[in-house]
Each structure stands twice: as structure tokens, then as C-alpha cells.
């Protein structure tokens, strides 16, 4: 493994590169990042940084916003078959036929969408602004695409009409109330924080509803000494590398993105060699798509 990773370092040197890697990513694709954060933390790095190549390990709808906001540079995404089901929930065509149906609802657009269905969409959101996105628009009506279960999160947080899509995410919506519960038994004295794409009898257990950039503050800055933890188990990685005084705790083991796991060492090291496959979004998909994070982006963001 050392071997592979002098190996990534060097060329990576040579390469004038920069590798970004998302909190749920394995420990090890975690390590040799020179950093680590949500989509959107990573798509503005990737725009910030003054190297052209930027290898992306993460799923294809993140590489995708990083191309959106630098359209010169090369992003490399070291497995192409790394997608997200939950992105793939909605389509640009199902979207324009739902707009028909409501056309007096503004598109409120989770990141974890495809840039064709934010080229759709009004305005996109994270799941660390979600609600302040929402509260900034003036229309009472939203159509809150793909993920229904941030929807319904949202919606205790606003006075407005939130119309869902059906989609959700198969590694967060798989995870049980009974489980979580199971785990707060086993570890008393821990709070326990949730990512608001699990199921709302889930997030209804919480202590803290968070992204996971506001997991990372919360396990910094919160008292608790032991903390359960609702979202990807690469996450916790991070939080344990990071926080070695602290105790965390995976809620469910069935909290594993197959996608993520998708990257290895092997397949950076790959990236960096045959400067493939890269991911580029094509105008007029690019502006449009970027006028949705734009808008998103002159909210100041709030974790
Ligand atoms: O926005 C992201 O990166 C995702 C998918 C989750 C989160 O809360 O950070």
C-alpha cells in the first residue's frame, strides 16, 4: 500500500495534479487527498485551486459540478461506473413533463442530480442548505427533486408548499428506525446524528440532523465524547482519523455506498497515468446547469 501510495504522490507532482476525495470515500482514497468535503466543498476547491488536472474520487455527479465551475480544467474520475441511483432517480424528460403538470412551482435541485437535470431545475441545494435555499425563494410552491426524504425535512423548516419527487438514496433510505434505536441502546451516553437523507421516523431520533460537513463541525466543537453516527461509514473513517479523543460509532452497518467504494488506490493511481476517463459537461447543458449553482452559491452559506 506504500508503495502505491509514493507511487500516486510522485506522479501526482509531475502531473501538477490535485486529488479531492469526499468524506465517503475508503480511509486510504481519504489519506492521499490533499482534500476531503461534501460535493460542494469539493467542486468549489476544484475551482479555486490553481492546478489544471483535478482527480475527483467521488460519484459522477460530483465531477460533473466541479467541470460546471471550471470548465477549462481536466477532471478526471478514476471509475466511470461510479454514479449515484439516487441522481439516476430523475430524468431530464420526467422533469420537464412534472414542470408541465405544476407550472407555477419553482425546482428546488438536491446537488446529487445529474447537470442535465440541473440545466432543469431554478435553483440547486445541498443538504447543508437545503432549508435556507427553500426560504430564500419568494414562490409558495416548490418541487423538491430527487430525494423525498430531504424533502420531508425540509418541510418542518418552511411554511411553503414542498411537493416531493420519489426518489431517495439506497444507502441512507435502507436503514431502519429499530436499527438505529438498537444503537442508541448500545451506547447510552452518545448523541447520535443522522444525514437527513435517511427515513423520517430515522431523522425523528436524532440529536442532530446534519450534511456531512456539519458532522465534521459537530464532532470538532460538541462536548460528547461518544457520538453515533448516521450516514456512510466513510465518514466515520474521517471522524475518527480526525477526532482521536472521541468515540464514534456507525449506526447501521448497512450505512455503505457501493458507488464510493468504487474507487481504490489502484484506479487513482490509473487516473494519474492515463489521464482518463474525464468528465466534461458540454454547453448549452454547462450554463444552464451553472445558473442553478450560481444562484445556490450567492446564498451565504449557513452549516
Ligand atoms: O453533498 C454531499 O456531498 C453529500 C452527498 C452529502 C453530504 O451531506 O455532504
Not at 489519506?31 to 468549489?44: K, P, R, T, V
Not at 437545503?130 to 426524504?149: G, M
Not at 482521536?244 to 474507487?263: H, Q, V
Amino acid at each position: 500500500m506504500d508503495q502505491i501510495k509514493e507511487k500516486i504522490e510522485q506522479l501526482k507532482k509531475e502531473r501538477r495534479a490535485i486529488i479531492l476525495a469526499h468524506n465517503y470515500q475508503r480511509g486510504e482514497v481519504q489519506e492521499i487527498a490533499d482534500f476531503l468535503g461534501d460535493s460542494l466543498d469539493l467542486s468549489q476547491e476544484a475551482a479555486g485551486t490553481e492546478a489544471e488536472l483535478v482527480i475527483f474520487c467521488g460519484v459522477h455527479f460530483m465531477a460533473e459540478s466541479a467541470s460546471l465551475l471550471s470548465p477549462q480544467k481536466k477532471i478526471i474520475l478514476p471509475d466511470l461506473n461510479a454514479g449515484c441511483p439516487l441522481a439516476d432517480m430523475v430524468t431530464p424528460e420526467a422533469l420537464k413533463q412534472r414542470k408541465r403538470e405544476l407550472p407555477n412551482a419553482k425546482v428546488v435541485c438536491y446537488i446529487n442530480s445529474s447537470a442535465a437535470v440541473k440545466a432543469e431545475s431554478d435553483i440547486c441545494c445541498t443538504s447543508a442548505n437545503a432549508v435556507q435555499v427553500v426560504n430564500s425563494l419568494k414562490e409558495q410552491r416548490i418541487l423538491f427533486i430527487p430525494d423525498k426524504n430531504l424533502a420531508h425535512f425540509v418541510s418542518r423548516f418552511t411554511e411553503k408548499e414542498i411537493i416531493p419527487w420519489e426518489g431517495y438514496c439506497i444507502t441512507h433510505h435502507i436503514v431502519t428506525a429499530q436499527e438505529v434505536l438498537k444503537a442508541r441502546d448500545n451506547h447510552p451516553e452518545a448523541a447520535l446524528i443522522v444525514h437527513p437523507e435517511c427515513q423520517p421516523e430515522v431523522v425523528d431520533l436524532a440529536d442532530a440532523v446534519l450534511s456531512t460537513s456539519g458532522m465534521v463541525k459537530f464532532a470538532q466543537e460538541s462536548d460528547y465524547n461518544e457520538i453515533i453516527v448516521g450516514t456512510e461509514m466513510g465518514l466515520v473513517e474521517r471522524l475518527k482519523r480526525e477526532n482521536s479523543e472521541k468515540k464514534f460509532y456507525l449506526a447501521s452497518s448497512k450505512f455503505i455506498c457501493p458507488n464510493m467504494k468504487l474507487t481504490t488506490l489502484e484506479k487513482v493511481l490509473q487516473a494519474l497515468e492515463s489521464l482518463q476517463p474525464e468528465i466534461r459537461v458540454e454547453e448549452p447543458i454547462r450554463s444552464l446547469a451553472k445558473a442553478s449553482l450560481d444562484k445556490m452559491l450567492a446564498i451565504p452559506r449557513d452549516r
